[in-house]
């Protein structure tokens, strides 16, 4: 299976297929990101969609979490009929109420679909990153050897580490003033909890209550790369997360310039 596996536009062409009981007067109206993603979806499903219905098809544009605030908003009187957002962040639709159960018995092309684009009963997978962790875990394990440490994370995820790095980072932890409370408390923070584990033969690693109770590990969990270590999220959080982020890195990076870091 390769890096990136598409099911190009195969979601909403499934939907899009279906019959609709609207009349041709009443448009379609897809919410989706602005500039390439919305003039692809326009040129290569609306316009044809249009030509063959005679439906016309409008959309709103803007960012992922924008999006989400309008639907919540307007969840009395929805303006939308689909959707385009990422995975975990359709979660938050679905967690809100803001998404019907789809109704597969009205998606004649829905037998097309690969299994792993079924993200739940209520929304569809447009396309997928194949993640290294989910499908190579020799790869993944042939870079991971030795002890690990899982700690607590700031933003209420969780911190792995090998071994030697975490010891390293309670060092430098370690050289400061122990009658400043500050790094007191940082250190009882990042040691208090913490377990040395190694992965199984099958690429895991079990966590104890105390740590998945900490970061909310329930169901979904987001695996990420963050320098020396990789950082486990549940993944609703690292949705919210990332949208707030990625709404403000232009800010962050542009301030962080201003000062000489970058």
């Known amino acids: ?15 899009l297929a279906a019959p609709l009981p609207s009349p041709a007067a009443d448009p379609l109206v897809v919410s989706v990101w ?76 829905v037998k097309e679909l690969a299994r792993e684009a079924i993200r739940s009963d209520y929304h569809l997978g447009v396309w997928a990153y194949v993640v290294l962790v989910g499908f190579e875990p020799p790869v993944l394990r042939a870079g991971i050897t030795g002890s690990l440490v899982v700690a607590k994370g700031l933003g209420d995820c969780l911190y792995v580490y090998a071994a030697d790095e975490y010891r390293a980072f309670i060092e430098r932890l370690m050289a400061q003033d122990d009658f400043d409370p500050r790094f007191r408390q940082v250190r009882r923070f990042f040691t208090s909890g913490a377990i040395e584990t190694e992965l199984d033969s099958a690429g895991r690693i079990t966590l104890p209550p105390v ?20 950082e486990l999220w549940d993944a609703t959080k690292w949705a919210e997360y990332n949208g707030q982020t990625t709404e403000r890195i232009e800010d962050v990076t542009k301030e962080l310039a201003e000062l000489g870091i970058l």
């Open 1 to 15: 299976m390769g890096w990136r596996t598409l099911t190009a536009w195969l979601a909403l062409l499934l939907i």
């Open 34 to 109: 602005g500039g390439n993603w919305k003039d692809t979806v326009e040129r290569i499903i609306a316009k044809p969609f249009t030509a063959r219905t005679g439906i016309p098809v409008e959309f709103e544009v803007g960012g992922t979490l924008d999006r989400l605030a309008k639907a919540r908003v307007s969840k009395a009187a929805p303006l939308v009929d689909v959707t385009f957002t990422t995975t975990h962040v359709g979660r938050l639709y679905i967690s809100d109420g803001l998404f019907e159960k789809l109704d597969m018995a009205r998606l004649p092309n």
């Open 211 to 230: 740590l998945r109770d900490y970061a909310g590990l329930v169901r979904e969990v987001a695996v990420i790369g963050n320098g020396n270590r990789i």
